[in-house]
């Protein structure tokens, strides 16, 4: 059986659906026959639950069927506003990367990640370890030679991107080259904002527009009048 966590749903017509799962050998989509009917599954195929399955590919379907299901557990405490749309991104970035070559890589960062979301008291702390450490292991690391103090199309620059100043690259730096207990204290020290801004630019750039982008985008406040 294969095993993974439940990271996406897309609702069918008829009552299908289709799921994303990210597992350790790398994301995948399988369809859930009749899931959403009131006799259906849905409720142990929800966004966070850990399953191990079986999937029946039939020739000539695009996409495989999900024969059978176990619930291994769920990510809890995920649901605050504050934690939903961290936990959010970083399981589609997790889809987005998780090729079967770095699905072993990804997978455990991506659990870390989600329960580090889940339970401290600054989310984004763990969201940025994890977010950075994913991009690192598959190999889309911003590149951090060189003196700049911005962050612009994958690497180090002067005078344009999002702007770190010296106490952001220095976390960067620690979140991609320390081990983590010394990364996490370099991150629970300083600023996360512009950690934060520099990461959905690179991850535009490295991997792509991500829907769940637009969950973390700062909101511009009422205008005074």
């Not at 350790?24 to 006799?39: D, E, L, N, S, Y």
């Not at 970083?90 to 990367?97: D, S």
Request: glycine share 14%.
């Amino acid at each position: 059986m294969a095993e993974g966590l439940v990271v996406g749903r897309k609702p069918l017509p008829g009552g299908d659906l289709i799921l994303l799962l990210v597992g350790p050998q790398g994301a995948a989509q399988a369809v859930a026959r009749k899931a959403q009917r009131p006799t259906g599954r849905s409720g142990r195929l929800s966004l966070f639950h850990h399953l191990r399955y079986q999937v029946y590919q039939k020739p000539g379907n695009e996409l495989p069927t999900l024969t059978q299901v176990e619930l291994v557990g769920r990510l809890m405490g995920l649901e605050a506003p504050e934690r939903f749309p961290l936990a959010c991104f970083l399981a589609e970035l997790a889809y987005q990367t998780a090729s079967p070559e770095a699905g072993p890589r990804v997978w455990p960062l991506l659990i870390a990640g989600l329960r580090g979301i889940a339970k401290h008291p600054r989310p984004q702390v763990a969201f940025l370890w994890s977010a950075w450490r994913m991009l690192k292991a598959v190999g889309l690391a911003p590149n951090l030679g060189g003196a700049g103090l911005c962050l612009w199309e994958g690497g180090r620059c002067e005078g344009k991107g999002v702007y770190l100043g010296r106490e952001g690259m220095a976390m960067l730096e620690a979140v991609l080259r320390k081990p983590g207990a010394e990364a996490v204290r370099a991150l629970e020290a300083g600023p996360l904002e512009p950690l934060q801004r520099a990461l959905l630019a690179h991850v535009h750039y490295a991997v792509g527009g991500l829907r769940t982008a637009a969950l973390l985008a700062p909101q511009e406040g009422p205008r005074g009048g």
